[in-house]
Every structure is written in C-alpha cells, then in structure tokens.
C-alpha cells in the first residue's frame, strides 16, 4: 500500500487556491474592460453635446450683439434684476445672485418671467434640440455713479443631457 504525504496534498490545496485567485482576477479586469468599453460612447456623446451648447452660447453671443448695436445708447431698459420676480440677480451679496445661481435656474426664471431679456431660448438654425438665452446684467448695480452705460452680456447655451455653457461679455457703450 503506497502512503500518500502530506505535503502533497496541502500543495494540491494551494493550487486550487491560486487558480481561484487568478480566475476572479481575470473575472474583475473583464468587468472593468466592459464597464470602460460601454461607457466610451456615452463621454463622446457628452463631450458633443458639451460642444453643441457651446456653439449655442457663442451664437446667442454673436445675434445679441448684432442686436443691442440696434438699440439706443444706454441699457437703462434692458437690464434683467429679479430672480423669480425678487429683486437681487444683479447684487453679488443677494441670494438671488445671478453666479450663484445655475445655468438651467436662470433660463427657467426668463422663461417664467419673460421681462428684459434679449433672446430666450433660440433654436441653432441646424439643431433645434440646442438652444440659447440672453439677458443684460447691471455689473454697476448700486453705484450710484451708474451711468449706465455698462452691461454684462450673459448668454447661455443649452443641450440635450443637462449640458450648458454660460459666456458672460462685458460691455460698454462709448
């Protein structure tokens, strides 16, 4: 009768140990190769969508400017100054603060109340899914030496997936 060690089968046990090691290994980079792979197309179309409101936003640049060259010279009439009705969009130290607010809460306050706006929600001639919003801004709010003849220019684009961009371009009338 042959007398089996016990070395051996401890080494045996080993192995299976290892293997099983090896093999979820194997399993886990796998998954992470799939989850990565998957998710590709979904940052590119981020990324485009990211870029379309971009072009949105320097369009509703470009048509703004084309537009407030056809007004008079002050901005007095055009500034926008509330958030929901409440006075404040233009002072740094309100709540209602127009940088403290986002790009989506901007755009749903001009189109619930449409008051001193230039453009709001402007369709890109070649994709109507992307839009833009314009509005003047007293960047002078308070200063009671305000000749009113500056304005921040925000403009903000708008795409599908919750992407925006917001350009803000100051302005001075000579």
């Not at 060690?5 to 992470?32: C, Q």
């Not at 056809?70 to 006075?87: H, K, L």
């Not at 749903?108 to 314009?134: A, F, K, M, Q, W």
Request: net charge negative; glycine share 6%; charged share 20%.
């Amino acid at each position: 009768m042959r007398k089996i060690s016990s070395t051996r089968n401890g080494r045996k046990g080993v192995a299976l140990i290892v293997v099983m090691l090896i093999l979820a290994f194997m399993g886990a980079v796998g998954f992470a190769l799939m989850t990565v792979t998957r998710s590709g197309p979904d940052v590119a179309a981020n990324v485009r969508w990211r870029q379309r409101a971009m072009d949105a936003a320097e369009s509703g640049v470009d048509n703004s400017l084309l537009r407030i060259n056809e007004t008079p010279d002050t901005f007095d009439s055009q500034y926008r100054s509330t958030y929901t009705g409440v006075a404040g969009l233009d002072d740094p130290l309100s709540p209602n603060y127009f940088r403290r607010l986002t790009d989506e809460e901007l755009v749903y306050d001009v189109t619930n109340y449409p008051d001193n706006y230039i453009y709001l929600n402007e369709p890109l001639p070649d994709d109507s899914r992307v839009t833009y919003t314009s509005f003047l801004i007293d960047n002078t709010a308070g200063n009671p030496n305000s000749s009113h003849s500056q304005a921040l220019l925000v403009c903000i684009g708008l795409g599908p997936q919750h992407t925006s961009v917001r350009i803000e371009v100051q302005l001075e009338m000579q």
